[in-house]
């Protein structure tokens, strides 16, 4: 059941529902060619967000967390694509170095570390866990709410690998975004395989670069299909040289703000969508959701107060904020017992492996949900409803709008790919 | 949860199965081994007995039907794994020429195609049904039990190529086991791929071939886990040069049959199982569980009666027996609400994709339960009950319980692809 889908019954989305499940035999055949000349990213979430007249993701994770919100039912679907992940990557492994983020305190990310722990081993590795702060000396073991525990052990540097005490991995897997920047200890691993590669990192990655592959991404598949692709991307610009601080830059801003909300308001013209154009100004790197700004007219930024300034001018990790991006803001339209809900989908490898709605119960649905105070509420998922069911009412079956989601889901992991070959540092230039 | 297993609770198949669990990694790196060196066959089924001391597989299924009985929770890991086979087979896979045995009369086996295609479709392909049946001039549409319908069209063979009207396949799946033999429109199909090859068709194949192969890699597999190879396989000769009208062969079956019993009382005795040991006669070829005969002593061939000769000297199809495999008889000790089970494992590609039990009412232990008035249990597989849950004590648990199995099924499987190597008539000669 897709819970209370209030707008999306009719008009557009459902067009496009229809059209992703009549194409699917087609669909599906482009993205296995695709994944023939790109490498799928080791695994990803997406967040997704249907306007009803939409569809577009907004963020693209490549150090998902939250795989304890996925229902128990879907971990077969990620044991099982994990397998195809090593079996492609290295099928010799044997042992993989798991790398957590810092902030391990978190119960509910100690539960997504039991949770890959839990894949990776059905997947047939020894898995260990190896961490980037210099303040654990010893191997640290953590209770989890569910009475099992975790161990945490220091990384040790042997020349050019990554070890731990009595544990030398082929592959070394990162649940870590890197947003400090990248830690010398992960620096030349020549030897060893390093997922997903460092230049994923926050420190290096740009959200600019990742929606302008995605832009690309679905004009082929709009294409292939035959529709606009607008339905499927929100529009972005990057904005560089700002100064927070000084207001440096805040015309350039401005004047973005301005050209997107004219743009999509044309486009709401041309689908007679009776609704206020907004955009989302957020910082080009770093994740979290830190620093994200909802604005509906340029003139707003004029007053933009000390406080606001201060809050997009820095990360939480006290770096200042120089470049933005610009985005169409895309509203959610769905509800969970009226709290305003956001679509999530889990990929390992070039398969969708599960998914949830993030709901917030106090915010609004032109704004960002990944914020503290939200839940989870898992996609009905278990039913094999990711498998679409021709036949029946767009809108009306869960299976169908799943497969949609999964389906912008794996376009948007596809863009990851391209972003991440273009920024490649390593990659030999054939141009 | 698994249903009343009455004697599983105590004895070696808890220890197999705890043996099994602890070393989870190093049997999933084993496989994963394997199948660097071999091609895992397109799908499969296994038909396994647990007899409390030991777990054996007795039937492997190269051309699988009863994909109707996996549930819906289990299709998802269906269409991946079809995914993974045909990106590694052939990834510009278009068009699917699915070929159903000729009784596609019978309704459950007409949803069980049904199936098929769907999972097919989903993987991305267009999927349509050609039949070997030449009284079909037309495309017929068959009206299915969930009013659904199918289309069975004949097949168009031109030149190297095999196609229906207006469809060009690059792969043609058999799902005929080729009982009767290679039909010559199959044959020289160069151009495309067919799967399984055609000497997967019991006109070729020997059980007695896949059980050598079986023992093998029981025995690879027994050193891995330091434990009696005997414990999963079950002793299996081929008898040759038998004409049951004439009597001739009879006293070479007799003495296999009790060399068979022999050791198996040596083995009973070994363990201080007090059963009395049975062998199963079967023919060396041959599906359906047509012909099977389960013989406590070689005495009882001497009585052996005109009616069991002539069920045993002929096929459905009328072809005679001249050649057996007389196999160590392993008892199914599984009940569901009294009824005799055993479970079946379904494959695809190299991963497990579902099971079930098949449960006969009229049945005793030690028969074989694939004959008319079987019916099916799913395996509580939904609840991700494939998934070990380490820490559970032996027996108690059925993703415990149901892991062995498929570990049990891979090893039958990985048979089957060492088998089909062997008898490849293609294949290079490297000896």
């Known amino acids: 059941m897709v819970p209370h889908l209030i707008t999306a019954l009719t008009g557009p989305i459902n067009e496009l529902e229809q059209r992703v499940l ?11 060619l695709e994944w023939m000349e790109h490498t799928p990213p080791f695994y990803s979430s997406v967040d997704l967000r249907n306007a009803g007249f939409k569809l577009a ?15 128990p039912e879907m971990l077969p679907l990620a044991v099982q694509a994990a397998m195809a992940a090593i079996e492609k990557i290295c099928p010799e492994a044997k042992n993989l170095l798991l790398i957590p983020e810092q902030h391990f305190r978190n119960s509910f990310y100690q539960m997504n570390l039991a949770t890959l722990v839990r894949i990776f081993t059905m997947a047939g590795l020894n898995v260990r866990l190896g961490t980037l702060d210099e303040s654990i000396k010893e191997p640290t073991t953590i209770a989890l709410p569910d009475a099992s525990t975790l161990t945490l052990e220091p990384l040790v540097r042997q020349r050019s690998r990554l070890m731990l005490k009595d544990f030398d991995p082929c592959t070394i897997l990162l649940n870590n975004d890197l947003s400090a920047g990248t830690p010398d200890v992960l620096t030349h691993l020549h030897e060893q395989y390093l997922l997903p590669p460092l230049h994923a990192g926050w420190g290096v990655r740009r959200k600019s670069q990742h929606f302008r592959a995605y832009e690309e991404v679905a004009k082929k598949f709009a294409k292939l299909l035959g529709m606009d ?7 972005s610009v990057a904005v560089d040289g700002l100064d927070f601080d000084t207001g440096q830059g805040l015309d350039a801003l401005q004047a973005q703000v301005d050209a997107v909300l004219t743009k999509t308001r044309r486009k709401y013209k041309e689908y007679g969508i009776q609704e206020k154009p907004f955009v989302v100004v957020k910082p080009d790197s770093g994740s979290y959701g830190m620093g994200i700004m909802t604005v509906r007219d340029a003139k707003d930024l004029d007053d933009l107060g000390r406080r606001a300034r201060n809050k997009m001018g820095a990360l939480q990790d006290g770096r200042s904020v120089s470049q933005v991006l610009v985005q ?9 017992h009226e709290a305003v809900a956001e679509p999530v989908v889990y990929m390992m490898d070039r398969y969708v492996v599960g998914g949830f709605y993030r709901v917030h119960a106090e915010r609004a649905e032109d704004e960002n949900l990944n914020a503290p105070g939200s839940s989870y509420v898992p996609l009905a998922f278990a039913h094999s409803s990711h498998l679409p069911a021709p036949g029946e009412k767009p809108g009306a079956s869960a299976p169908n709008r799943f497969y949609m989601y999964g389906v912008i889901g794996r376009l948007a992991m596809l863009a990851a790919s391209y972003e991440l070959e273009a920024t490649d540092p390593d990659a030999e230039d054939y141009a």
Chains 1, 2 share one sequence.
């Open 22 to 32: 009549e194409s699917m035999p087609a669909i599906e055949r482009w993205f296995r």
């Open 57 to 71: 993701p907004v963020d693209t994770n490549l150090f998902p967390g939250g795989f304890n919100n996925l229902t």
């Open 229 to 235: 692709p607008w339905l499927i991307y929100p529009q």
């Open 328 to 336: 169409e803001g895309v509203a959610t339209h769905e509800r969970i």
